[in-house]
């Protein structure tokens, strides 16, 4: 399903910007042989993902300002030229927009991935290889401390003088450049604003649906940048990527069951080689059975919050989003 996906992403036109060089990290046969052995139990668990949430009710989130916004945003993509699109690099494949590639045509595009912090090396690696062996490499930044921002910001106007140099051959004035950063709610894209700028401009804050209207703000002499709300497909048709939304807190809390992400949170952990069994047991005192998510949620409840599953569940993901479990990416790329 995510090659699918992968595969329209690769025929659109895509930019190719710094990154960590790949060669740096593989080398030796151990590690190629180990890297090998934990992508296979990647795909086994995209595969058990699918069936963990099948069965669930589905996840949708889809609040009114929305489709508002899309509609405003496509208008708007018609100004831009060059466009910022922002994932969160925990889950680079959830957080991209099926429609995104036929919006943006051949437009120039800078692929973010955001959150870089709350990856782990090997995360990054993978990520920043596979986009390598794609003919795509992305600019990994951090919107809380602005790593990678001088990259972005070099290369945006880099990308963006291009438009000024045709206008003059066509013998019109230079005009200001429009950059407009776009990407699905909570990723970071205000936060991002904010560092190219260095000031508060756009409110960025810790839950999806802060920012609601499109906003243009002044970068350097030349330079427009627009900052957008997040947006989202009005059906996820991939359950396991809206689960993986939730997750990560990308989407609203009301539109999904703590115990149910959580649960299968925890049976995604016990499955992820860096973290396991062991990481979840030593950090609540409470034996994992059978790789049940469910039945450890509900232990965690009686543990420490009465039988309340629904507080156990949520502490359980604040966990894993403050990165107790270590900093790691819940999807690594396609082989
Ligand atoms: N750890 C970490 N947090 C970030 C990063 N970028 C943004 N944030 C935080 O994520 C939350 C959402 O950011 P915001 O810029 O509002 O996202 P937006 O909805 O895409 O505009 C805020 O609390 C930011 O401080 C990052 O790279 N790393
Ligand atoms: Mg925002």
Same mark, same amino acid.
């Given at each position: 399903?995510? %090659?699918?996906?992968?595969?329209?992403?690769?025929?659109?036109?895509?930019?190719?910007?710094?990154?960590?060089?790949?060669?740096?990290?593989?080398?030796?046969?151990?590690?190629?042989? !180990?890297?090998?052995?934990?992508?296979?139990?990647?795909?086994?668990?995209?595969?058990?993902?699918?069936?963990?949430?099948?069965?669930?009710?589905?996840?949708?989130? !889809?609040?009114?300002?929305?489709?508002?916004?899309?509609?405003?945003?496509?208008?708007?993509?018609?100004?831009?030229? =060059?466009?910022?699109?922002?994932?969160?690099?925990?889950?680079?494949?959830?957080?991209?927009?099926?429609?995104?590639?036929?919006?943006?045509?051949? %437009?120039?595009?800078?692929?973010?991935?955001?959150?870089?912090?709350?990856?782990?090396?090997?995360?990054?690696?993978?990520?920043?290889?596979?986009?390598?062996?794609?003919?795509?490499?992305?600019?990994?930044?951090?919107?809380? /401390?602005?790593?990678?921002?001088?990259?972005?910001?070099?290369? *945006?106007?880099?990308?963006?003088?291009?438009?000024?140099?045709?206008?003059?051959?066509?013998?019109?004035?230079?005009?200001?450049?429009?950059?407009?950063?776009?990407?699905?709610?909570?990723?970071?894209?205000?936060?991002?604003?904010?560092?190219?700028?260095?000031?508060?401009?756009?409110?960025? *804050?810790? %839950?999806?649906?802060?920012?609601?209207?499109?906003?243009?703000?002044?970068?350097?002499?030349?330079?427009?940048?627009?900052?957008?709300?997040?947006?989202?497909?009005?059906? @996820?048709?991939?359950?396991? *990527?809206?689960?993986?939304?939730?997750?990560?807190?990308? @989407?609203?809390?009301?539109?999904?069951?703590?115990?149910?992400?959580?649960?299968?949170?925890?049976?995604?952990?016990?499955?992820?080689?860096?973290?396991?069994?062991?990481?979840?047991?030593?950090? !609540?005192?409470?034996?994992?059975?059978?790789?049940?998510?469910? @039945?450890?949620?509900?232990?965690? *409840?009686?543990?420490?919050?009465?039988?309340?599953?629904?507080?156990?569940?949520?502490? =359980?993901?604040?966990? /894993?989003?403050?990165?107790?479990?270590?900093?790691?990416?819940?999807?690594?790329?396609?082989?």
């Amino acid at each position: 399903m995510h %090659r699918a996906k992968m595969a329209v992403q690769l025929s659109g036109q895509w930019l190719i910007v710094g990154g960590k060089t790949p060669s740096l990290y593989v080398n030796e046969n151990s590690s190629s042989l !180990y890297e090998s052995r934990v992508e296979n139990d990647w795909v086994d668990l995209d595969t058990d993902l699918y069936h963990w949430t099948k069965s669930l009710r589905p996840v949708q989130w !889809y609040p009114g300002h929305i489709a508002k916004t899309e509609k405003e945003l496509k208008e708007q993509l018609k100004l831009m030229d =060059v466009v910022i699109e922002v994932r969160d690099a925990r889950i680079p494949m959830s957080t991209s927009h099926p429609q995104m590639d036929s919006w943006l045509g051949n %437009r120039k595009r800078i692929l973010v991935l955001n959150r870089e912090d709350m990856i782990s090396t090997a995360d990054r690696h993978a990520w920043a290889d596979y986009f390598a062996r794609q003919g795509t490499k992305v600019v990994f930044a951090n919107g809380q /401390f602005g790593m990678g921002t001088m990259k972005l910001s070099r290369l *945006a106007k880099a990308l963006a003088a291009g438009v000024n140099v045709k206008r003059r051959a066509k013998g019109l004035l230079p005009r200001a450049v429009r950059a407009g950063i776009v990407g699905y709610p909570n990723v970071g894209k205000s936060s991002l604003v904010n560092r190219l700028l260095k000031r508060r401009m756009c409110p960025a *804050a810790p %839950r999806p649906g802060v920012t609601r209207e499109l906003k243009w703000v002044r970068f350097g002499k030349d330079l427009e940048l627009l900052d957008s709300p997040g947006i989202i497909p009005m059906r @996820i048709s991939d359950q396991s *990527a809206a689960i993986k939304l939730a997750m990560c807190d990308d @989407i609203g809390e009301r539109s999904y069951d703590f115990a149910d992400v959580a649960a299968i949170l925890v049976r995604m952990l016990t499955k992820i080689p860096s973290v396991g069994i062991e990481a979840l047991q030593n950090r !609540y005192k409470i034996d994992v059975e059978g790789h049940c998510g469910k @039945i450890f949620v509900h232990k965690l *409840a009686l543990h420490l919050f009465n039988g309340d599953d629904n507080q156990a569940a949520f502490r =359980v993901l604040t966990d /894993f989003r403050k990165g107790k479990f270590g900093w790691i990416a819940l999807e690594r790329p396609p082989r």
